[in-house]
């Protein structure tokens, strides 16, 4: 009992710790640097599609005692690198357009109805009558699929049985999305507080951070892969 309390409370702090990875912070900066108000609820929709796909693939190497192959992984954090720069690239490009997407438009989804720049309509579905952005639940989801089986290996070297082991990934995901969402609100304060009027050169700084970090991400896994 005392083993699986610890393991859940050293997953959660790690996971939390976790969000702090420069990977991780440029992904979502680029998406909340032009909706600072909806910082910690992108920063939480992230948590929630890395802790599912962390989750997922972890419980099932642990369950099978498979690991996964190095071309595999490199090949995820190649695809997480893609990511950055496509991320980076998008805001470069919006940033560009700011200011040049027409009047505001109205769209509905079923019975509920939206307004938004023209430029900014699509990108959320509606869950229970919530509109949920897509964009970070799949960032979210590809950054969880790169790292999890490290993830896996190191829970099974630290914890002492599978039933540890598990319950360390869980709450490792869990702990991820109460990080990016703090860290993401707290972006989202400044960006408000002190950015104002200053959107597009926000939006511009992050998509070339952004870029850069992916290229540098993506060296040591092309090199594994070549």
């Known amino acids: 009992m ?12 790690v996971g939390a710790q976790h969000a702090l990875e420069p990977d991780h912070l440029a992904a979502v900066t680029t998406m909340v640097a032009d909706h600072p108000r909806r910082a910690a609820w992108m920063g939480a929709l992230w948590g929630l599609g890395h802790a599912a796909a962390l989750t997922i693939v972890g419980f099932v190497l642990i369950a099978a005692r498979a690991e996964l192959p190095a071309q595999a992984a490199a090949g995820l954090e190649l695809a997480v690198a893609a990511m950055l720069i496509v991320l980076g690239t998008r805001n470069l490009v919006r940033a560009w357009s700011i200011g040049t997407g027409g009047p505001v438009v109205t769209h509905r989804h079923g019975a509920r109805l939206h307004s938004h720049a023209a430029d900014q309509r699509a990108g959320h579905v509606h869950v229970a009558g919530v509109a949920v952005a897509v964009r970070p639940l799949v960032v979210g989801l590809i950054h969880g699929l790169a790292g999890s089986g490290g993830l896996a290996a190191l829970a099974v070297a630290r914890m002492p049985s599978t039933a ?9 995901g869990i702990g991820s999305i109460a990080g990016m969402a703090m ?20 939006v511009a700084a992050t998509g070339a951070v952004s870029i850069a970090c992916g290229l540098l991400w993506g060296w040591s896994p092309l090199i594994a892969l070549v």
């Open 2 to 13: 005392i083993g699986l309390l610890s393991s859940c409370a050293l997953g959660a702090a």
């Open 164 to 172: 540890t082991a598990l319950a360390y990934i869980a709450l490792f």
């Open 183 to 202: 860290v993401s609100g707290a972006f989202g304060v400044a960006l408000g507080r002190v950015i104002m009027g200053r959107t597009r050169m926000m």
